[in-house]
């Protein structure tokens, strides 16, 4: 890291202002070199920068010495008028007094890399910089603030703990050591096996506010799914036709529920038929359906109970279309929700709803032990560990050490413990550049 890196922090193009981020140890080299001087560490002050003898921008400078700044190195902020040209001529001034643009993320790279921040917490930056809702950045925040890396510590304390009574039965067996103390870690892995299992079983709640939940349209053809799909997306972004059959393939459409990123999905109609495409379509619809978070089963008023009624679950949400059509209401006592997309009739009710069913499926007492996929497969792989070694405890806890010495590894990972560098390139892959 003794390279000294600048990035745009804001985003490119015309603006008010325009940050350039600098962190490493020719910062403050940099900021003489452009006739800033080195202002105060952690003051505002106005400088007039330069460079060759040419005026670039009257600038307010933020300096950071380390290791009290975001990198942990020598840091700087340049908050410039937010033309291009000024932008272009400070960097363009940067690289000739040595200074290299940086790579995506490299900035807080470098700030785990410096024991700043740990690899999940570096993730959170990420997470918080994409934050499209109040739910992702309320989660974002809560891991950056170290909650899921506090899970994990949990976990692998309590996997040591169990460590070191299998290893102090194998390391000193002609001590005096209490018999069967390897078999007193039992209890412990049973409680510790119960625990990852359930995070598990609720990790993809995390994956979901991170990544969106999905909600399916199903229904016969004509049923009205995709007026309810412009409806619910507030544009005209399906094809609406009396043709049966008009929508062919999956269309998604992303949108806000609640504080929660939705991914809304409008299908095929479901029905029997000979044509090579619908069909096609059909099955893409079904695929779709089955990927769900949840599926709103839509009918229109003396529809058949046909193909779609077959493919039904019990936990769908059935909503009628067209209610401003409808003679009579057709469903069964409490079942459903009559909507109409022409006279908005019942469409606050269906957005309350969806809201309610959000915020029951992704909201939780404690925070997700999973927000992302890596996360996921790390903690299987320590779920199977551990598992493996309370089997192997009555029978060689050598064994039984080595299950949970690769356990304790696996958790390790998720927040750069050990083992981290063959996941970095992973983690920060994903960064915009100035992070």
């Keep these: 890291m003794s390279d000294t890196i600048f990035a745009l922090a804001t985003p490119p193009g015309r603006g008010a202002i325009a940050v350039i981020r600098l962190s490493g140890p020719g910062v403050d080299a940099a900021l003489v070199g452009m006739g800033a001087g080195t202002p105060k560490a952690r003051r505002a002050s106005l400088r007039t920068l330069s460079h060759e003898g040419a005026t670039l921008d009257q600038a307010l400078v933020l300096r950071f010495s380390a290791p ?9 902020e340049l908050h410039l008028h937010g033309g291009r040209a000024v932008v272009e001529a400070v960097s363009a001034a940067l690289m000739a007094l040595g200074m290299r643009p940086a790579e995506p993320g490299e900035f807080t790279r470098r700030a785990f890399e410096n024991g700043r921040m740990d690899l999940a917490q570096a993730e959170a930056v990420a997470d918080l910089v994409d934050a499209e809702t109040t739910a992702q950045a309320t989660q ?7 909650a899921l890396s506090r899970t994990y510590a949990g976990f692998r304390r309590r996997l040591l703990e169990a460590m070191a009574l299998v290893e102090a039965e194998i390391d000193f067996p002609d001590e005096e050591v209490p018999d069967g103390l390897a078999a007193s870690a039992g209890p412990a892995l049973d409680f510790l096996i119960n625990d990852l299992e359930r995070a598990l079983a609720d990790g993809e709640r995390g994956e979901r506010v991170r990544d969106g939940y999905r909600i399916v349209l199903i229904g016969e053809t004509n049923a009205g799914k995709s007026s309810l799909f412009n409806a619910l997306v507030a544009r005209e972004a399906a094809i609406v036709t009396p043709i049966p059959g008009t929508t062919r393939d999956v269309l998604d459409a992303q949108l806000v529920i609640g504080g929660y990123a939705v991914t809304l999905s409008d299908t095929a109609g479901l029905r029997e038929s000979e044509d090579v495409i619908e069909a096609e379509g059909v099955r893409r619809a079904q695929a779709c359906a089955e990927a769900a978070d949840l599926r709103i089963w839509v009918r229109a008023p003396g529809d058949p109970e046909g193909v779609a009624a077959a493919f039904a679950r019990p936990n769908d949400l059935l909503v009628w279309s067209k209610a401003d059509l409808a003679t009579e209401r057709l469903e069964g006592p409490g079942e459903g929700l009559s909507v109409s997309t022409t006279t908005g009739q019942g469409m606050a009710a269906l ?7 959000l915020a029951e499926d992704l909201s939780g007492a404690d925070f997700p032990a999973v927000t992302r996929e890596r996360h996921r497969r790390r903690l299987a792989e320590a779920l199977e560990a551990v598992q493996a070694a309370r089997r192997a405890l009555t029978i060689a806890p050598e064994m039984a050490g080595d299950d949970l010495r690769r356990a ?11 083992g981290v560098e063959e996941v970095l390139g992973e983690v920060f892959a994903s960064f915009c550049i100035g992070k």
Aim: hydrophobic share 45%.
């Design 68 to 76: 009290n700044s975001f990198t942990g190195d020598d840091s700087a």
């Design 140 to 146: 974002a925040l809560g891991q950056l603030d170290g």
């Design 351 to 357: 957005y309350d709803i969806l809201a309610a069913r």
């Design 408 to 418: 304790a590894d696996a958790l390790g990972r998720v927040t750069g413990a050990i």
